[in-house]
């Protein structure tokens, strides 16, 4: 008889319990962390106890994800009140840039604009390579990456040389008009594994605002 054959007999007839109960009180098997036995009863209580402590480990990470989220979620409102205040495109921009660094901690942020009409003298509107207008273009989601893109690494000047992690988020209308590019020294803060919602949103959002201020 094998090990299934006895496991399928027992869940086919759990009478063999109550039938034989004298027999179970006597049945000992090895402790899971000792040589000694330890009755069948001890044993299903250490096995709950384990599972207790399973469950409450992945409540605790559930816990902890909802909190992360419930923050991120504030930080993105707190940046959607500053959008909607803002007057013009230089306002966008400038909130923007703020909330990015005091809000999400953010240290590098960098926006290229190329919308259809006109715009105003601002340093985002500054000329964009072919390449770097392609790669926004090709952007279905959020991109995270341990490299500069295309030709990106200029855009951030002197301080490109240590960065070790960049994000990048194209701003769509009806068509893509713009890529903002974030980096950091943390390797970690930016990895392609990483989920992307949160900073699809931000995309969305601030192409939204920027949008009511141009042509």
């Known amino acids: 008889m094998t090990p299934d054959a006895v496991t399928n007999y027992l869940r086919q007839h759990p009478e063999f319990f109550e039938e034989n109960a004298d027999f179970l009180a006597t049945l000992v098997i090895p402790h899971p962390h000792g040589g000694r036995a330890i009755s069948i009863s001890e044993r299903q209580i250490l096995t709950l106890r384990e599972k207790g402590k399973q469950l409450e480990s992945k ?11 419930d923050a991120i979620s504030e930080k993105l409102h707190r940046l959607t009140l500053a959008l909607m205040a803002a007057r013009d495109a230089g306002t966008v921009i400038e909130a923007m840039h703020f909330n990015l660094r005091e809000d999400f901690a953010v240290p590098h942020t960098v926006l290229r604009l190329w919308p259809a009409g006109g715009h105003p003298p601002l340093p985002e509107f500054a000329a964009v390579s072919t390449e770097a207008r392609e790669f926004a273009e090709s952007l279905a989601n959020p991109y995270c990456s341990p490299h500069a893109m295309v030709d990106t690494a200029a855009w951030f000047g002197e301080q490109s040389s240590p960065l070790r992690s960049f994000a990048y988020v194209a701003l769509k209308g009806e068509q893509v008009f713009g890529l903002l590019a974030m980096a950091s020294e943390d390797a970690q803060r930016f990895y392609p594994e990483m989920g992307t919602l949160y900073l699809k949103r931000l995309g969305e959002l601030a192409a939204a605002a920027l949008l009511r201020y141009l042509s």
């Open 59 to 69: 409540l605790r990470e559930l816990i902890d994800f909802g909190e992360e989220n």
